[in-house]
């Protein structure tokens, strides 16, 4: 039985649709109008609005590009959130960890992981249809390139709370040291955690954002030790 001849073209034609099919999903999701639509359905509810948001004043400005990045990638990310409310606070959870509060952070970072997977695909597609790269040698590092984009947002995540979590411990003694010469002062405990908060800026940044957010939560009606947990 006689085998059957693939032309190349037809091969590079395939690929070339695929990518394009990849690229024009990706592009609809950056301008969706969703994102902007359920952004103004929060503030109307009451939400806080976008920290990323383009504009600082009533007057729109050019966006940086670091600005713009975290929009974009929020605007990706919105789309492959996880469904489940579970994964989503676990993930929060994570970055809460790391040191990223931003309430667009679980977004960002879906669409970190979205980008990072899809961009290599289409790249090694378009250089397939240009004619390159050998197809087969594509696909094996378009996909171990996808695959790394996929998990390695996750382990660099790990790696950050992993960090940050020891620079948190080191500080831990410096902080009860303060607030227990401040308690036996003579001051509250609210009035020492302020005054060990600002004594903190400098030398432990990472405890102090902690305790700034400790104080926040007491100024709202929680008890200190609800805020400290």
Same mark, same amino acid.
């Given at each position: 039985m006689s085998e059957v001849a693939i032309d190349p073209n037809l091969i590079r034609l395939a690929a070339f649709g695929g990518a394009s099919a990849l690229a024009y999903s990706l592009v609809s999701q *950056?301008? =969706?109008?969703? /994102?902007?639509t359920q952004q103004r359905l929060d503030e *109307? /509810?009451?939400?806080?609005p976008d920290p990323y948001e383009f504009s600082r004043t009533r007057y729109r400005q050019s966006p940086s590009f @670091?600005?713009? =990045?975290r929009s974009t990638l929020s605007r990706i990310g919105r789309k492959i959130v996880p469904a489940s409310e579970q994964q989503q606070n676990a993930l929060r959870v994570r970055l809460a960890q790391a040191g990223f509060y931003a309430r667009t952070s679980v977004s960002v970072f879906a669409g970190i992981r979205a980008v990072l997977t899809i961009v290599p695909l289409i790249g090694f597609a378009v250089a397939i249809v240009l004619g390159q790269i050998d197809f087969e040698i594509a696909i094996y590092f378009g996909s171990a390139s996808a695959c790394l984009g996929a998990v390695g947002p996750s382990f660099w995540l790990d790696r950050l709370k992993a960090k940050r979590q020891k620079l948190l411990r080191r500080a831990l003694p410096d902080f009860l040291d303060l607030i227990v010469a401040c308690l036996d002062g003579g001051m509250t405990f609210e009035s020492a955690l302020n005054r060990v908060t600002d004594e903190l800026q400098t030398a432990h940044p990472e405890l102090a954002t902690e305790m *700034?957010? @400790?104080?926040?939560? +007491? /100024? +709202?009606?929680?008890?200190a030790d609800q805020a400290l947990q």
């Open positions: *950056l301008f =969706s109008t969703d /994102a902007r *109307l /509810a009451g939400g806080t @670091v600005q713009w =990045s *700034l957010i @400790v104080q926040q939560e +007491i /100024a +709202i009606g929680r008890t």
